[in-house]
Structure formats: C-alpha cells, structure tokens
C-alpha cells in the first residue's frame, strides 16, 4: 500500500513514504534562499509601558540558540530573557516574532551579520515555546536525479496523493535528530537510561562517516582521551562546537560533574534529548501502523483523537478514544478536519490507544524495555518528560510550485510543529543528508 524507504531515514524509525512515485531526487539548501520559513505568529498585543520589548528578526544561515547567545552578548542580559517560538533551520532564511525583558533600546545593541531586526514594540508578554499558529514556506529542490520531463507530472501526482489523503505522515523530522550527526535522541535513550555519563560522552563524541573531518577527528580523539588531554582538546574546538566546549569547560572543572555538563547547555537543548527519543519511538509507531494498513485519516476503534480549536490548534488536553458507539461522530469530525488521529509521545504521565493501535504503542515501548518512570530524570528537571499525543497526519495548507532550471520551488504552509522536510521527501525520496 506505502512505498517502503531504503535510506538511512529508517534509523530514524521512517520506513514509509505516503506517495507510490518514484523521487525526483535533488537537494535542499544549496545556499540558504533555497529555504524560506515565514513564522505565522499570535503577537503579543502591543502595550506602551509593557515589561517586554517584541521585534521581527529575519537571520540568514543561523542557528537558532548560537543566535540567542550572540544577541544576549550583545545586549548584556542572560539568555532567558530572550524569549522565541520555536527553533528554525539554520541554512535558511527565517522570520519569526523574538521578544527580550526590557526596552526597546536593547535590541537596537544587536548588529550581527545577516540579521535584521524590525517592526520593535513593547508587548504585553514575551514570547515563549509554541507561541505560534504556523509557518509559511518557499523551497527550493535543485540538481534532481529525475528527468527534467517527468518531474512536473511526478510532482503533480504526488500533490493529488496527499490531498486526497488530507495530509502526509507527520514523522517528526530529520533535523529532530540530526541529518549529519543524528545524535540527539541517541543523547535522550541515554538519559531515559539514567546513563548521565553516557549521555554527555555521546555528544561530544558521536560522529558519523558524513560529518566534516576536522569535527569527526576531535571526536574520535575524545572517546580515547583521559581526564589530563581535555582542556587541548577543548582549544581545538572550532565555533561549531560551542554547545561541546561549553560541556567540556563545565567537565575540566569538575570530571565528575555529568549532571552540569547537561545543566550548561540551553534550556531548548535540554529539552530536546529526550524528546528527540520520544519522537524516535513515534516514528516506529507510525510505521508500523502504515505497514498494518490502519488508515492515517479515518478512526478505527481504539484510537484517541484530538480536537481542534477555532485556530486550528490541537487540544491535547482533551483526548477523546474512539469506541463502538462514537466512532460515526468522531469519523466526521476526523473527515471535516475538525479532529485527528493521534499516537503517544510516550513519557512519565499520559494514556495508551486501545484496540489494534493501542498494540502496537505497547509492543514499541515493551521492545525498548521501557516504562513510564524512565521519563522522569529528577537530575534533570528540564529534560523530564510527561509525554503527550501526535497527530499521525499533518495537513497541507495552500500547495503550489513552479518549475525552473534548477528544478522546482514549492510553496505551502504547515501548522506548529510539523516538518517541512516530511513534506518534501514524499517529493524528492533522497537521501537524508540531501535534506
């Protein structure tokens, strides 16, 4: 029924692709105007004498958190008075609603390359985590394997396939994990473990065959190093392993201190180790639900949906389990787009499907050996994760691409939380270090 993937995004536990087509292969991200991402934000309303100061940041080839640091240099104040709502990619030009705790004044401090800072006000609140609808896309696929001819009609196809389904499988994405060294949710299970240590040294030194070598050789001299080589190996460390520096500084002080090593890194990373293992189990869950032939828009019994609010937000907080006497009603709130199907995002706290869904869930965590108390990491507080549920189907909003020389652009946008990338590999069905 699903074309079946055979790249390396299986280790990410994505088996499955939504469309029968052949890909048309090509790149992301050749230069950073390949991948544009418009933040569809709720502003915080404008207040004149209001505590925090909002601004329209537009960063070209930025990390999201080096970002926040440099701005925080720049302004003099700690990094959490800096508020944002998600992370962006960083070979991308992005525009997104930032905030500080202060005046106005504070960002006018800021004068980093290939930023613009705009449109400043004093808000009513600063921005936080989730604090936006959606976000608006312009992507670029260039150097396809395909040929020129085929292109436009594979592409059709697939537009067709994924509206008929109202959406495509709503994996979580390979920057999640890591597209070049997919480390995060390797870092998570360690944590889930109640391995600190092992977490900590799978940072630093996890590489893959893909990463730069100069960064891969500094890792592989880590794992064989003892305790008298760290502050060398810490003077070799280029800016693209701040976040490893800044462990390694935290290690030197104290060898033995593997819970501040973690504690150092920003509260976003924090967050992200375990969640990231989270989203790895999701990513096998959905899968195996595909390989089972249970349908991604349509409830069968078993399955907890989740409504949605007039925005379009899901409300996790009010799961609903489909059974024998709702699931007419649930089935046309599922159709109308006013419900979806979700599966766990498995952590300390939270409900398991039921029926065929509710097997597979179990049979995901009893493979892993894994229980609902591995998700609190009292060490750790930030990295603790009561868990949640997933919508299993991301739908697509106002799709259209043109075709060019390179190959083709698209446009859409997507609710919070989804992947663009999810998208374009039912396009393109590369391989994951060409997203």
């Known amino acids: 029924m699903y074309r079946k993937c055979i790249t390396a995004e299986t280790g990410i536990g994505m088996h499955n692709y939504l469309c029968d087509t052949d890909g048309t292969g090509g790149h992301l991200k050749t230069v950073p105007e390949d991948f544009i991402v418009r933040e569809i934000s709720d502003p915080p309303r404008q207040k004149d004498n209001g505590e925090y100061s909002i601004a329209t940041v537009t960063a070209r080839n930025w990390e999201t958190n080096r970002m926040v640091r440099l701005m925080s240099r720049s302004m003099g104040v700690s990094r959490d008075r800096i508020g944002f709502a998600g992370t962006k990619d960083k070979r991308a030009i992005t525009t997104q609603l930032m905030s500080v705790y202060g005046t106005e004044e ?6 980093l390359k290939d930023l613009k800072i705009e449109n400043i006000y004093r808000g009513a609140r600063g921005i936080e985590i989730g604090d936006l609808i959606g976000n608006d896309f312009e992507i670029s696929v260039k150097n396809c394997t ?6 436009r009609e594979t592409v059709d196809s697939d537009i067709s396939i994924i509206k008929q389904t109202g959406g495509f499988p709503n994996y979580f994405g390979v920057q999640r994990f890591g597209a070049v060294r997919p480390v995060t949710h390797r870092v998570g299970e360690r944590l889930v473990r109640g391995d600190i240590k092992g977490a900590v040294m799978t940072y630093i030194s996890f590489t893959t065959d893909e990463e730069e070598e100069r960064l891969r050789l500094i890792r592989e001299r880590f794992q064989k190093a003892d305790v ?19 462990m ?5 002080e104290n060898p033995e201190d593997w819970v501040g090593a973690i504690e150092i890194l920003p509260a976003n990373l924090q967050m992200m180790f375990v969640h990231a293992y989270q989203s790895l189990l999701f990513n096998e869950m959905l899968s195996r639900r595909m390989d089972a032939g249970l349908p991604l828009n349509m409830p069968v019994e078993g399955d907890i949906i989740i409504p949605l609010d007039a925005n379009k937000i899901p409300q996790h907080e009010n799961p609903i389990l489909t059974t024998s006497k709702n699931i007419d009603l649930v089935t046309r709130q599922v159709r109308a787009g006013r ?14 499907a039921e029926g065929e869904m509710g097997e597979i869930e179990r049979k995901v965590i009893e493979e892993n050996k894994l229980s609902h108390e591995d998700f609190v990491i009292p060490e750790l507080s930030r990295c603790t994760s009561k868990g949640s549920r997933r919508e299993i189907l ?3 909003k106002d799709i259209g691409y043109e075709m060019n020389d390179e190959g083709y652009k698209l446009k859409f946008s997507l609710p919070k939380g989804n992947y ?4 374009l590999r039912e396009f393109m069905k590369s391989e994951m270090r060409d997203y």
């Open 394 to 396: 991301c739908p697509l």
């Open 339 to 352: 419900a979806f199907v979700t599966i766990t995002l498995f952590g300390s706290d939270g409900e398991l």
């Open 228 to 246: 008298s080589e760290w502050a060398e190996i810490r003077q070799t460390m280029p800016p693209a392993m701040a976040f490893e520096r800044m």
């Open 106 to 111: 504070l960002w006018q401090k800021v004068d």
């Open 248 to 252: 390694l500084s935290k290690l030197i």
């Open 146 to 151: 395909m040929d020129p001819s085929q292109i």
């Open 420 to 423: 663009a990338t999810c998208l």
